[in-house]
T-cell receptor
């Protein structure tokens, strides 16, 4: 399973756009990129998933360059409630769904 | 969206006793479920893959005789921490994917906080 590297922590202010970049140099052809959010003492929650180019949903956008060796999660206009740990994961959903979590990025949003 | 429910949400037990944690997929079937543990300020660590109707697959370093996993139906997997000790105190989380959907996210339970005293 491809290993991912993310910044350990990031700080932001309410209303700003936050971009968290993840490196996954060894991503395989069948791997998808998925981002999860986790609040303290809760299970991770799915944010967005993509394979290439750009994916957007109601909460975030995911940018994936052509070589797929990295990806960037973009959170528009963050609020205090977006303070959480964000995990980038890479894996092949057709291979049973096993997910290996990296260290994650602890995002702190300040007023 | 799909829901995975864990029970109990928290449990306190005495050293030497066993504790069972349940993981249920409420509105989908999951042939495979996963169990993780998470220590404070750390990431989730995959413990084992639970397979319906067959033996679980454990990650390296995880004692299968201590962490018993049973996946008796397509909607229920259980993790039993046997002869629990204080060092087993942790946050245990399960996840599952919907068998009907090939490309989908994993759904996580809300977690179980285990404290062994």
């Amino acid at each position: 399973l491809a290993k991912t590297t993310q910044p350990i922590s990031m700080d932001s202010y309410e209303g700003q756009e936050v971009n968290i970049t993840c490196s996954h140099n060894n991503i395989a052809t069948n791997d998808y990129i998925t981002w999860y959010q986790q609040f303290p003492s809760q299970g991770p929650r799915f944010i967005i998933q993509g394979y290439k180019t750009k994916v957007t949903n109601e909460v975030a956008s995911l940018f994936i360059p052509a070589d797929r060796k990295s990806s960037t999660l973009s959170l528009p206009r963050v609020s205090l409630s977006d303070t959480a740990v964000y995990y980038c994961l890479v894996g092949d959903p057709n291979q049973g769904g096993k997910l290996i979590f990296g260290q994650g990025t602890e995002l702190s949003v300040k007023p | 969206g799909a829901v995975v429910s864990q029970h109990p949400s928290w449990v306190i037990c005495k050293s030497g006793t066993s504790v069972k944690i349940e993981c249920r997929s409420l509105d989908f079937q999951a042939t495979t479920m996963f169990w993780y543990r998470q220590f404070p300020k750390q990431s989730l660590m995959l413990m084992a893959t639970s397979n319906e109707g067959s033996k679980a697959t454990y990650e390296q370093g995880v004692e299968k005789d201590k962490f018993l996993i049973n996946h008796a139906s397509l909607t229920l997997s259980t993790l039993t921490v046997t002869s629990a000790h204080p060092e087993d105190s942790s946050f245990y989380i399960c996840s599952a994917r919907d068998d009907r959907r090939l490309i989908t996210e994993a759904f996580f339970g809300q977690g179980t906080r285990l404290t062994v005293v």
